[in-house]
């Protein structure tokens, strides 16, 4: 059996699941959602695509490192799933940005998003500091980037961006 716990791309999932199950070799995308603490901690969450008895066979494996392990569907739909999660995480990212600088344009950076109020902590890890593509920060020329690129289109067959109304 294999295991995919990347955050991979649904379509390619199921050519690799076919190829291999013509070599009778079981095939999982089960890709990871919790960081490095949860890897360290076993405790991630699991988003598993593949038949039920793979499933079946995969979660005592997926136990050793992960708490919370869905059965999503099929082959794809954990990798479809995991997409999905990475968006929600990138908005909710550039939303709370976008209201921090709404906040510092009305002087409120001290009171409301300084040192002592936890937003330093909680949102420093994931805040863009340097120029787009370098440490592990979202920004939205990194989520713009991931509309052009097309990933969106690959992954859920559909076009990506702003639904009616949303203003660019």
Do not use: W
């Not at 699991?46 to 995969?58: C, E, K, L, N, P």
Request: proline share 5%.
């Amino acid at each position: 059996m294999l295991l995919d716990c990347t955050s991979g791309d649904p379509a390619s999932s199921r050519r690799i699941a076919q190829r291999l199950a013509e070599k009778d070799i079981a095939f999982a995308d089960a890709p990871v959602s919790g960081g490095t603490n949860g890897a360290e901690a076993g405790t991630l969450t699991i988003m598993v695509g593949a038949d039920a008895s793979t499933f079946q066979r995969a979660r005592p494996v997926l136990e050793a490192f992960g708490q919370r392990i869905e059965h999503m569907g099929p082959v794809g739909t954990g990798h479809a799933m995991k997409a999905v999660n990475n968006a929600l995480l990138a908005v909710n990212i550039l939303a709370v940005g976008e209201g921090l600088a709404a906040l510092v344009k009305t002087f409120l950076r001290e009171r409301i998003a300084g040192p002592g109020t936890g937003s330093d902590r909680r949102l420093a890890p994931h805040v863009q500091t340097g120029p787009v593509g370098q440490g592990r920060g979202y920004s939205s020329r990194s989520i713009e980037g991931h509309r052009r690129s097309g990933s969106h289109d690959r992954h859920f067959g559909a076009a990506a961006g702003p639904g009616p109304g949303c203003a660019r």
